[in-house]
């Protein structure tokens, strides 16, 4: 199954698809379905659903007053005191709107379709998946939950999506580590085009609160490999400020600042215990799910 669906993690065939659900279905389908099979479903803390009888289930459980109404065996299901909140935390900023010509689709779109597809494997592993979007401000916030429906309220929020106004995640970071009242998972992606600096002290924050952290930093290959020939103009997405430039004159100190840059991070991730995931928006997504598969397997 899972190489039958690996051609609907390329970003370019996702775009195509007609729906975000489709595309988080594909993605989840075509590449997860089989590796985390334990639905994480318990008897110890709140009512979640009835289900169906199956031969080898607890007795204990049968619901009889619905017995009594439908002739049926249903089993009450509750969820589990275990049960894992993920808070996906989405950088909208206008950065992430950029787009270059090999990925097909920007770092918002690419981002999207991440988070959706982490969304769906969550709920379908009876998780508790939330959305917050930022740029720098909360804009929107859907708490993590197991309730019905939420996964299509995640997934309609994501079709909604446009780029945001100019970055400052520091603040509504911090605003959310207080807000996220119980641990859990807090998965951010964005491009890191920030206050390094307060981001790292937000990102310390959430880390002082218990919570576990997976950075996916979002890059667009040409951000990446700087491909760029002849005369070029580039334009700074968030303050407007243009430079008329020749690539070859710069790509040597381009590519040695990027680099430093991503391997910052890296370092500084690495002090916090938080897992850093560099993502190409030209590569597919699998990638970006095993890391964080790994990292949920940690959590078991």
């Not at 930022?134 to 079709?159: H, M, V, W």
């Not at 970071?173 to 807000?179: D, P, S």
């Not at 790292?200 to 700087?226: T, Y």
């Amino acid at each position: 199954m899972a190489s039958a669906g690996l051609k609907f993690l390329d970003p370019k065939i996702l775009g195509k698809i007609k729906t975000l659900e489709l595309k988080a279905k594909y993605v989840v389908e075509g590449f997860v379905t089989g590796l985390h099979k334990s639905p994480y479903k318990g008897f110890s803390c709140e009512f979640a659903e009835y289900r169906q009888y199956m031969p080898g289930d607890d007795l204990r459980y049968i619901d009889w007053k619905v017995y009594g109404r439908t002739d049926k065996f249903y089993i009450k299901e509750f969820e589990d005191e275990t049960n894992l909140r993920t808070y996906i935390t989405l950088d909208i900023s206008e950065s992430m709107g950029y787009k270059g010509k090999r990925a097909g689709i920007s770092k918002l779109e690419y981002s999207s379709y991440l988070a959706a597809s982490m969304s769906y494997f969550m709920s379908q592993q009876r998780d508790s998946p939330g959305l917050v979007t930022l740029d720098n401000k909360i804009c929107k916030y859907i708490p993590s939950s197991l309730k019905a429906g939420q996964l299509q309220i995640i997934l309609r929020t994501l079709e909604e999506i446009q780029p945001g106004a100019s970055s400052n995640l520091a603040a509504p970071l911090h605003q959310l580590a207080e807000i996220y009242s119980r641990r859990g998972v807090v998965i951010l992606i964005s491009d890191l085009m920030d206050d390094e600096e307060g981001v790292l002290s937000a990102l310390k924050h959430m880390r002082f609160k218990g919570h576990e952290v997976i950075l996916f930093h979002v890059l667009d290959h040409d951000e990446l490999e700087f491909p760029f020939t002849g005369l070029s103009r580039f334009e700074e997405m968030e303050t407007n400020k243009e430079m008329l430039t020749l690539p070859d004159a710069v790509r040597a100190s381009y590519l040695k600042n990027i680099n430093n840059f991503i391997n910052n991070w890296k370092l500084e991730c690495r002090k916090l215990d938080i897992d850093y995931v560099l993502l190409d928006t030209a590569k597919p997504l699998d990638f970006a799910l095993m890391s964080f598969l790994a990292k949920r397997s940690g959590l078991m």
